[in-house]
């Protein structure tokens, strides 16, 4: 199986248009979504209705997308988070909302594991070092999970006896063998709203035969979604960010 591994889309249609076509000519056999569907971004319900009908396709909830049935998560928002969602749930048919309503909190399926921000707090951890990692390593199956939240690709691994390697991923397309008997945590970084200095649309590809993870960056119209923001009214530093990839 090959897997498209993707997350933080945050209603970014332009960058996910392009990771979406990539995917399509890589011939993947199904989709993994990490979270973070809407909030930020100017087309909520366009991003949806291009999940919606994907063959293979899983999804975990982000922090985000459980705000739109939960308000007390947004508790934890910046203002300009807050007025994001406040646009996003008025930009949202009933059937987007019914669709993402189905996202789980945890998934553990035969080839891998997922969640948003961390099996100790799906929806708040941001899983950034190796003691959050070693933390987390009972409370899932299997020998590859991945994870989303930081908008940062990276890569955790971890050998029984061993001290857990973080590395973080460097480049514009890179293939890592995942090696037997080794637990690994993947981030495959932010679809719509990338925070390691690198403007591209970030996503992966998991290939259960050859057991490769391979992250993939693309450029994308930031000016176009820029000028969607700006037309909204959302807040300015939304769109700023986007060229900075910050
Ligand atoms: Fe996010």
């Known amino acids: 199986m090959k897997y498209a591994v993707f997350s933080d889309i945050h209603s970014n249609y332009e960058a996910l248009q392009v990771c979406l076509k990539k995917m399509q000519d890589l011939k993947v056999d199904g989709y993994a979504f990490c979270g973070d569907l809407i909030g930020y971004g ?20 982000g922090n985000h997308d459980i705000c739109l049935f939960e308000k007390e998560f947004s508790r934890w928002f910046s203002e300009y988070a807050n007025l994001a969602m406040v646009f996003t749930l008025k930009n949202l048919s ?12 945890v998934y553990n399926g035969e080839h891998f594991s997922m969640v948003h921000g961390s099996f100790t707090d799906p929806y708040r951890d941001y899983l950034l070092t190796p003691e959050q990692f070693i933390l987390n390593l009972p409370k899932w199956q299997g020998n590859v999970c991945f994870v989303g939240h930081s908008h940062v690709p990276f890569i955790m691994s971890y050998r029984e006896g061993h001290i857990p390697q973080v590395d973080v991923f460097y480049g514009r397309d890179v293939t890592i063998k995942l090696m037997p008997g080794v637990r690994y945590m993947i981030n495959p970084g932010s679809v719509g709203q990338p925070r390691d200095a690198n403007n591209m649309a970030s996503f992966g590809i998991f290939d259960t035969t050859k057991n490769t993870f391979r992250l993939l960056r693309l450029p994308y119209d930031i000016k176009a979604v820029q000028t969607k923001i700006e037309a909204q009214k959302l807040p300015q530093i939304l769109s700023d960010r986007l060229p900075k990839g910050v």
């Open 94 to 105: 009933s059937k987007s909302k019914k669709f993402i309503s189905q996202f789980l909190t």
């Open 42 to 61: 100017p087309n909520p319900e366009e991003c949806t209705r291009a999940l919606m009908y994907l063959k293979n396709f899983v999804g975990v909830m």
